[in-house]
């Protein structure tokens, strides 16, 4: 009776397989003709990163308009670092290392004619105003750094009590004395000042120098100082680094 059973389950299933077949290959079929839904790196192209291009230095070819082009002599600088022009028609040096910017050097060179407070200052020193100067004089150059010593005094006035008013008892100001310094073959003065926060740290610091040429004015400067927005350093640290260098830069500048 079992064998007669499964004898009948055996024929009704040779009689549907017909059946069955088609339906499994027609779903297999249909599935076979469905897409694969796209990723999102499949549906959108891969995004392309473009870096910034950073502040670079330009060669030391001349740069019309910068006097750093003509007064530049020779440069050094930390193992890695590059020194030159700011390109453009700004008095800037720039200070960069691997591509990227980290600071500059103005210049500012002021005619005499046009500085009556230097002049003045000239006069108390016992140079009148309107005679050939020969700075290589020793007499001479004793009377220009007092005037230039003259400036200095007058300056730090001025910051002092300009600072007083915006550090507002949170930053004491501190004026560094007058050092003599070689900027090029005149003889000038090293100054500045630092911001020290009471609480600790800096909130500035500036460097200057000064010479005089008997016609003209040179006040070179940098600083750190998150408030300035040109002739700066962005890091405290990388200005203290370079310090020493932009004293041997200015002692090689082509002056006068």
Request: proline share 7%.
């Amino acid at each position: 009776m079992l064998r007669v059973y499964h004898l009948l389950i055996g024929l009704i299933l040779l009689a549907l397989s017909p059946f069955i077949l088609k339906s499994v290959f027609k779903k297999s079929s249909s599935d076979n003709n469905v897409q694969p839904q796209p990723t999102q790196s499949q549906s959108s192209p891969i995004p392309i990163v473009t870096a910034s291009a950073a502040t670079t230095v330009t060669t030391s070819k001349p740069l019309s308009g910068n006097v750093w082009k003509s007064l530049l002599g020779r440069t050094i600088a930390p193992v890695g670092w590059n020194v030159a022009p700011c390109n453009g028609d700004a008095p800037f040096l720039c200070i960069s290392s691997n591509g990227k910017n980290l600071g500059s050097v103005e210049m500012g060179i002021y005619p005499l004619a046009k500085q009556q407070r230097f002049q003045k200052m000239l006069m108390n020193a016992g140079i009148p105003v309107g005679i050939k100067i020969d700075y290589q004089n020793p007499n001479y150059q004793n009377q220009i750094t007092s005037a230039l010593g003259d400036w200095v005094t007058d300056e730090y006035a001025v910051i002092s009590k300009d600072r007083q008013s915006s550090y507002t008892n949170k930053i004491n100001f501190s004026g560094y004395p007058p050092q003599k310094v070689s900027v090029g073959q005149l003889q000038g003065l090293r100054y500045g000042f630092t911001g020290i926060k009471r609480e600790g740290g800096i909130q500035e610091q500036h460097l200057k120098y000064i010479a005089f040429d008997g016609d003209k004015l040179y006040v070179i400067n940098t600083a750190y100082d998150p408030a300035s927005k040109s002739g700066k350093f962005a890091k405290h640290e990388n200005l203290a680094v370079f310090e020493p260098f932009l004293s041997a830069i200015t002692a090689n500048l082509k002056l006068p």
